[in-house]
């Protein structure tokens, strides 16, 4: 993988529905060594503590992010893209949308864990407002690898938060 960026995709970002989740379970098939099943996503569509956010370039969902929200603080599950659409802004902008639902719930933490190679992942976080607070030993498994622990209170958001 190289540092450049591409140009931006033209995207759409909207809240997911069962209706999405043959695109949802392929992407995670394409982007994720242990991907959450059809059922995993269909229960957290379901959940009412759960936001799930659709990016759509030229009428395909082209990633994904969800997170739960629950007394104040919003714990993201994942954000995928995939692989063709990556470095062109979708994972930034899927993150920020998540956050914004998130803060309309009320939660003013935000919180994930990311696996320690995924230097990619890291630096998006890093750039929109997360830190790394601690590492959790062999978190994942197929294949085994530590996660790194991250954070974003509200007050620590960047200026002019959220940018396109």
Request: proline share 6%; net charge neutral; hydrophobic share 40%.
């Amino acid at each position: 993988m190289t540092d450049e960026k591409l140009p931006p995709l033209p995207l759409t970002l909207r809240e997911t529905t069962t209706d999405d989740i043959p695109a949802l379970a392929a992407i995670e098939a394409a982007c994720l060594p242990q991907p959450w099943s059809r059922e995993s996503l269909a229960e957290l569509l379901s959940n009412e503590h759960a936001v799930c956010i659709a990016a759509v370039s030229e009428g395909k969902i082209i990633g994904y992010g969800s997170m739960y929200c629950i007394a104040g603080e919003g714990d993201v599950n994942n954000i995928a893209v995939l692989p063709a659409f990556r470095r062109r802004g979708a994972g930034g902008r899927i993150l920020k949308a998540l956050i914004l639902a998130g803060e309309s719930r009320g939660a003013s933490s935000f919180f994930l864990e990311v696996r320690t190679s995924n230097a990619s992942a890291r630096s998006l976080y890093l750039k929109n407002g997360f830190a790394e607070t601690g590492y959790r030993k062999n978190y994942y498994r197929a294949p085994r690898e530590d996660a790194v622990c991250m954070a974003l209170r509200r007050e620590a958001l960047l200026p002019g938060f959220p940018a396109e």
